[in-house]
């Protein structure tokens, strides 16, 4: 049964999260299964923000090893190296971790990776790359590289349509995997923390933290209540700085956001399953990737220091991603009339006042020197390395309280599989599926219609609902949740402006989808 926030008042824990995105939700699962009282919040639901809006790789590493503009940036920069090797490393083993836990999560790719004459990198840099990935996979799931030559590329499904296939000198093969659902593993991992003693609440709102004079954190929460704590877990991504403001204005920015966006097109058939890594015009990393029938191509890079609550793609970046999709695609013409969905999120990179862009490393701050003792900050970590993330967390509380948690429960990790055709069995009022949706609106704190099409049933990814639909189980919803005529109206009205205006439904087109020139 959900805590309720009034419940709260007075209460003490051992630890408090604040922000419940797939780093955050790790962390609270660890702490409840060592035994620690915690109490996690967020001020969305879990997993609504940048987990919801990535690319969703579960990557093996490889772009960690990728120096840049030059090689000789290594060789200037050994220090960069370091952490490259530590961040691939990381990336790797949190790929094996994760896909023999939850094989049900993930969809392999073979994805391909182009070497042009006069490229960045040149077919021995990119060999040197996967031994050093081969070497700290070492009996881990195969990486399953090749190098195709280039007679061999310009005749292989989706490689025959590449830009430029007379300047291809090679293409590496290579298998990576991607997240199907990842706002559910954070749902699942703040559920697995619940069942194993922790309290959680969504859409609260972290007002202030202040320290007592005995040394605890006093956390005010909306609603007027408040809640003490020795040790603060700041993993609010993008929202750091703005929890940590709240405790000392004065304290250095830690956190700095970069925006992904991403467009979802349907590619020619021979493409299914397959993707490609490629760089675009400036430089950076751009993929093109199979997501259920369809390939994304994305993502972007760019400073955002926009509204934090309203992230989507706008037409300059909808028109570069087209421009890039078309640079390495020529022969598909791509425009926006072949855009089914957009999305766009925004990174929590580690600032550095001399990396515009901020520091890709996972840091874990401790904010002591900002006279923030006992308040911890995990800034730059990855969906892939999730789990990890967690443990480290967990462990810096060991050290903080100068204990172990009481317990190790074993984390259950049989978590249900996607449904993807669940929507229409709720349209057909089938009676398992309905169970299935008391189920979730009875246990798992949903609030509004994006909390159980995106993060409960997922099927809002796999599907363009239409506005009928929406109403139908709207309908449902509303009797039993108690909502009122007005509530349901304003809960549908939401959840049409977040797909036609976040997701960039408005955009495709509302007949059948043109089909693309192989």
Known sequence: MAIKLCELQGRRYDAVVIGLGINGAAA??????????????????FGSGASAR?????????????????????????????????????????????VHAE????????????????????????????????????????????????????????LRMLRSRDQLKAVVSY?????????????????????AGAAMLNYTRVQSCAKTPQGDWRIHLEGNVEIRTPVVLNMAGIWIDDIVHTANLRAPRRVVGTKGAHILVRMP???????????????????????????????????????????????TEMEFLLSEANRLFPSQALNASHIVQTWAGVRPLTFDSDLPMGKRNRLLHDLSRDDLA??????????????????????????????????????????????????????????????????VLSNEQVRTLSDLFFRRLGVAWFER??????????????????????????????????LNTIFGYGVSKQAEEPELRH
């Open 175 to 195: 298998r990576e995997y991607s997240l199907i659902w990842p706002e559910r593993i954070c749902v699942d991992a703040v559920l697995d923390a619940e069942a």
């Open 465 to 498: 609902i239409e506005p009928a639909k929406v109403r139908q189980i709207a309908s449902v919803v509303a009797a039993m949740l108690n909502w009122n005529e007005a509530k349901t109206e304003m809960e549908i009205a939401k959840f049409l402006d977040e």
């Open 374 to 439: 006992g308040m911890l900050a995990l800034t730059g970590g990855p969906l892939t390395s999730h789990r990890s993330a967690g443990r480290e967390v967990r462990q810096a509380l060991d050290r903080l309280t100068g204990k172990i948690g009481d317990k190790r429960e074993k984390i259950r990790w049989e978590h249900a599989a996607i449904d993807r055709d669940l929507l229409q069995k709720l349209c057909a009022n089938e009676p398992r599926a309905n169970e299935q949706l008391q189920r």
């Open 103 to 158: 094989p049900h999560r993930v969809s392999a790719i073979k994805v391909h990776f182009p070497i042009y004459e006069g490229g960045p990198y040149a077919t021995w840099q990119v060999r040197a790359a996967f031994g050093l990935l081969g070497a700290m996979n070492a009996h881990g799931i195969p990486l399953d590289y090749s190098m195709l030559s280039h007679d061999e590329a310009v005749r292989a499904p989706m």
């Open 28 to 45: 609270l699962r660890e702490l409840a299964c060592a035994g620690y009282s915690v109490l996690g919040v967020d001020m969305h639901d």
């Open 269 to 315: 058939e021979e493409c299914r399953s397959l993707g490609i890594a490629s760089l675009n015009s400036k430089g950076e990393p751009f993929y093109c990737l199979p997501w259920g029938d369809y390939h994304y191509f994305g993502p972007t890079e760019t400073l955002y220091e926009g509204d934090k609550e309203r992230v989507f793609v706008n037409t």
């Open 54 to 98: 990535s690319s969703r790789l579960l990557h093996c590493g490889l772009r960690y090893l990728a120096p840049g503009r030059s090689l000789w940036e290594f060789v200037w920069r050994p220090q960069q190296f370091a952490t490259a090797l530590r961040m691939a490393r990381q990336a790797v083993t949190a790929r094996n971790e994760f």
